[in-house]
């Protein structure tokens, strides 16, 4: 089946500094990757969805300087937490969905999650 | 707009006893319908998924889960707990000509011995 893989699985970083988290499809070829928020206790919300080759969509109220997001192939997806601040501390997910029969062959695979903790 | 509604936040059951976890979705067109299971600080893990064809999906896991369009529900259902299925479960819905996934808030499942 799909795998996504997704590093860092946990970081830890100082207040003001930039943490990059990245996203790959390893069987796959991913057109499109999407990034989550997860808070304690909560369901996913949905932060940007992000198109190979061109800019990401982000939903209403993601900050877009804050949150960079490139999708420079179709493997590989970044997001990059700007400036990190105490509050920005969550659990961050990304999810990719395989082109193959409409985009459902394997569905929308998720990766494993990377704990941001800021300092 | 699509949306996803899991009755109950929490639900627990004793090992061996039947499992049934609540979704009800609103779409404006056949949605494609998902349960995924989260353990803790873990991603996401597709335990089923219905788009077309046949209404009863079986998953992994023992677990399986029925699509009513009547009732515009989707409830998961497992015969017999096990001490291993404790862990978050999430429904979600698609629009077959969208690109994003509506989650529901999830349901915790806990399995009393």
């Known amino acids: 089946g799909a795998v996504v893989s997704q590093h860092p699985s946990w970081v830890i970083c100082k207040s003001g500094t930039s943490v990059k988290i990245e996203c790959r499809s390893l069987?796959?070829?991913?057109?499109?990757m999407f990034w989550y928020r997860q808070f304690p206790k909560q369901s996913l919300m949905l932060m940007a969805t992000s198109n190979e080759g061109s800019k990401a969509t982000y939903e209403q109220g993601v900050e877009k300087d804050k949150f960079l997001i490139n999708h420079a192939s179709l493997t590989l997806s970044t997001l990059t937490v700007t400036s990190a601040h105490p509050e920005d501390s969550s659990f961050y997910i990304c999810?990719?969905?395989?082109?193959?029969?409409?985009?459902?062959?394997?569905?929308?695979?998720f990766g494993s999650g990377t704990r941001l903790t800021v300092v | 707009a699509q949306s996803v509604t899991q009755l109950g936040s929490h639900v627990s059951v004793s090992e061996g006893a039947l499992v049934l976890l609540r979704c009800n979705y609103s779409?404006?067109?056949?949605?494609?319908l998902f349960w995924y299971v989260q353990y803790p600080n873990q991603g996401l893990q597709l335990l089923l998924k219905?788009?077309?064809?046949?209404?009863l999906v079986k998953g992994i896991n023992g677990f399986e889960a029925e699509f009513k369009k009547s009732e515009t529900s989707f409830h998961l259902t497992k015969p017999s707990a096990h001490m291993s299925d404790a862990a978050e479960y999430f429904c979600a819905v698609s629009d077959p000509g969208a690109q994003k996934l509506v989650f529901g808030q999830g349901t915790r499942l806990t399995i009393n011995p």
């Open positions: 999810s990719a969905r395989d082109p193959g029969q409409g985009g459902l062959r394997y569905g929308y695979t």
């Open positions: 779409s404006s067109v056949p949605p494609y």
């Open positions: 069987d796959f070829q991913a057109t499109t």
């Open positions: 219905y788009t077309t064809g046949a209404t």
